[in-house]
């Protein structure tokens, strides 16, 4: 279930033939503030951000983001992302891809 001030939509995950944790999809983040995991999750997250602009944390890292940028979250890493407030939201699309 996505964190509140994010709706997501996946499109890729078991259902849709995807194994070994492999899955990707839309999420729109309304909220200003971060929302992170402390412990991360035990598989790699990549992301692209479609729309909007904000703010993307990933372990100790800050950067400002927008349309066309790119950053991964390693396996176990705390990471979050935040909108700016001058938008309405930040769209990224993001992947999870299982580790072997």
Known sequence: ???????????LGEGQGC????????????STEYRIAPQGHPDQEG????????????????????PGDCFVAPAHAPHGVRRDPAVPRLRVCWFHGAIA
């Open 1 to 11: 279930a996505a964190a509140p001030g994010t709706t997501s939509f996946r499109m």
């Open 19 to 30: 194994v070994y944790g492999c899955s990707s999809g839309v999420a729109d983040y309304t």
């Open 47 to 66: 992301f692209v951000v479609l729309e909007g602009v904000g703010w993307a944390k990933v372990g100790d890292e800050e950067q400002r983001v927008g």
